[in-house]
């Protein structure tokens, strides 16, 4: 009887034993479990998240992003150029033929981003040339660079403009000649994190303002203008603030910012401004102004 308890006792440590090789997690596993994206605690987290989201940039195959990890030209150059989704090009003289980035260059080369740019696309980046890449990648879309070049900003630092106009995020340290900058630092390296932060914030722009266009062309495909009577469709969504407004030359005006047709006298208008923007924002995705009613229903993109 005392053998027969022995040998229950045996078993029953063999079968816990047994038990734990499946119930235990592979150790593999165990550490998968507890490892930590370099990036989850990170300020620009959501940023990073969004331009992988959007394929603007890639986590390495251990699943980090090294958002301090320095970046160079091509770098940033590519990311521009995926932004705004270029796909032709032209040649770019003396670019080295088998360097990774080539076909970015060459259509950042006729997009204009490359304007006045030195071609150096194994140079890491610091944070004043960075600002004059994103400058002129928006030209097309912002007049970003007309906007830096004019009387008014011509004298600052292109990193001071860049911070102020959202396309890089403040940073404490130097402007490019040394002078101490709580906000406009301009000469440390451009991180990735950083890079994360601009491509989301132009990529939301961007596609933002295409979406913007496609509901002012609607809105403008439908006005009719007859013997001082102007009628038309508001055609609205619930991802953009859209409206109408008409100027009047004796003061005042008639804002339209519901779906609906109307039908208005213009005789006496002195302008028109079609806007749409993000609901909750100021900055407008589109800005047509109509300045030759009641003659003519054309119009200038006054967007900045």
């Known amino acids: 009887m005392k053998r027969m308890h022995v040998f229950l006792a045996s078993l029953l440590g063999t079968v816990l034993s047994l038990s734990g090789l499946f119930t235990a997690p592979h150790p593999s596993v165990a550490q998968a479990q507890t490892v930590q994206k370099d990036y989850e605690n990170h300020p620009n987290r959501a940023a990073i998240e969004y331009v992988v989201k959007h394929k603007l940039m890639w986590l390495f195959p251990d ?76 030209e097309s879309v912002r007049s970003t660079r007309s906007q830096k070049d004019s009387e008014y900003f011509k004298s600052i630092p292109q990193v001071q403009f860049a911070v102020n106009y959202g396309l890089l995020p403040e940073k404490a340290g130097k ?50 203008l007859s013997n001082g009577i102007l009628s038309g469709t508001v055609y609205t969504s619930p991802k953009y603030d859209v409206r109408l407004f008409i100027g009047y030359k004796t003061g005042g005006g008639k804002e339209y910012k519901t779906a609906g047709s109307f039908s208005v006298d213009v005789s006496q208008a002195k302008g028109m401004q079609l806007t749409v923007k993000y609901k909750g924002e100021a900055a407008s995705l589109v800005l047509n102004t109509y300045t030759k009613l009641p003659r003519s229903l054309e119009y200038v993109n006054s967007r900045r």
């Open 175 to 224: 402007f490019p000649n040394g002078v101490s900058t709580s906000m406009y630092d301009g000469i440390s390296n451009v991180t990735r994190a950083e890079q994360a932060y601009s491509l989301a914030f132009w990529h939301r722009d961007f596609v933002g303002i295409q979406e913007a266009e496609v509901i002012a062309n609607k809105i403008h495909s439908s006005l009719k």
């Open 63 to 138: 699943g980090n992003f090294r958002p301090e990890q320095p970046i160079t030209q091509a770098d940033l150059v590519a990311g521009l150029v995926n932004v705004k989704g270029l796909t032709q090009g032209v040649s770019v003289p003396g670019f080295p033929q088998n360097h990774w980035a080539k076909v970015y260059y060459e259509r950042a080369m006729k997009d204009g981003i490359l304007n006045n740019v030195p071609i150096t696309p194994n140079k890491v980046l610091n944070r004043e040339e960075a600002a004059y890449l994103l400058i002129n990648a928006f």
